[in-house]
T-cell receptor
Framework: KNEVEQSPQNLTAQEGEFITINCSYS?????LHWLQQHPGGGIVSLFM???GKKKHGRLIATINIQEKHSSLHITASHPRDSAVYIC???????????FGQGTRLTINP | SQTIHQWPATLVQPVGSPLSLECTVE??????LYWYRQAAGRGLQLLFY??????ISSEVPQNLSASRPQDRQFILSSKKLLLSDSGFYLC??????????FGQGTRLTVV
């Protein structure tokens, strides 16, 4: 079954803290996306990963294909980072893009 | 450029009324197309996906149906809406295994 699990479901931190959000998937994937969803519902694509690590500003995404696991890190977190972060996996063969349940991040000033 | 259009942005419909949400894609051909639903406080659940014209795969049994009459058009429909159909509906498309694009979503309230 093509499943994507995220943890934690909710995360509250203070401004400046280092944030880690985790994503695990059940079977082989072709690519994994990290997305950001704002309160209005709109979705912004942050990263697409098929191996290794990517960095954009204060955001870092890593993926370990053997362990079927990916992480999204935010350094020097800021209240404007507050949003729902979602991982979504392209599953090999099934041609499906399946979302995790999302992590609601709140950064307090 | 590659874009995706989804409308309307918000919709309030009475129980028992029909539904039609449309999603169109520009700047690509033969994309994989998807409809997702997000209930209040929940994650995005895959409802339907399509790998080509007339090819629809349903992920969960429900009161909804999908159609793909043209290569870059994906329609979500219902003959009679239920209260439980309320939620945020999102259209997406992928090209190959690397690119993914998302619509702005439709917030549906069934009253």
């Amino acid at each position: 079954k093509n499943e994507v699990e995220q943890s934690p479901q909710n995360l509250t931190a203070q401004e400046g803290e280092f944030i880690t959000i985790n994503c695990s998937y059940s079977v082989g994937i072709s690519a994994l996306h990290w997305l950001q969803q704002h309160p209005g519902g709109g979705i912004v694509s942050l990263f697409m990963l098929s191996s290794g690590k990517k960095k954009h500003g204060r955001l870092i995404a890593t993926i370990n294909i053997q362990e079927k696991h990916s992480s999204l890190h935010i350094t020097a977190s800021h209240p404007r980072d507050s949003a729902v972060y979602i991982c979504a996996a392209h599953f090999q063969g099934a041609q499906k893009l399946v979302f995790g349940q999302g992590t609601r991040l709140t950064i307090n000033p | 450029s590659q874009t995706i259009h989804q409308w309307p942005a918000t919709l309030v419909q009475p129980v028992g009324s029909p539904l039609s949400l449309e999603c169109t894609v520009e700047g690509t051909s033969n994309p994989n197309l998807y409809w997702y639903r997000q209930a209040a406080g929940r994650g995005l659940q895959l409802l339907f996906y399509s790998v080509g014209i007339g090819q629809i795969s349903s992920e969960v049994p429900q009161n909804l149906s999908a159609s793909r009459p043209q290569d870059r058009q994906f329609i979500l429909s219902s003959k009679k809406l239920l209260l439980s159909d309320s939620g945020f509906y999102l259209c997406a498309w992928t090209q190959g295994w690397t690119e993914a694009f998302f619509g702005q979503g439709t917030r549906l309230t069934v009253v």
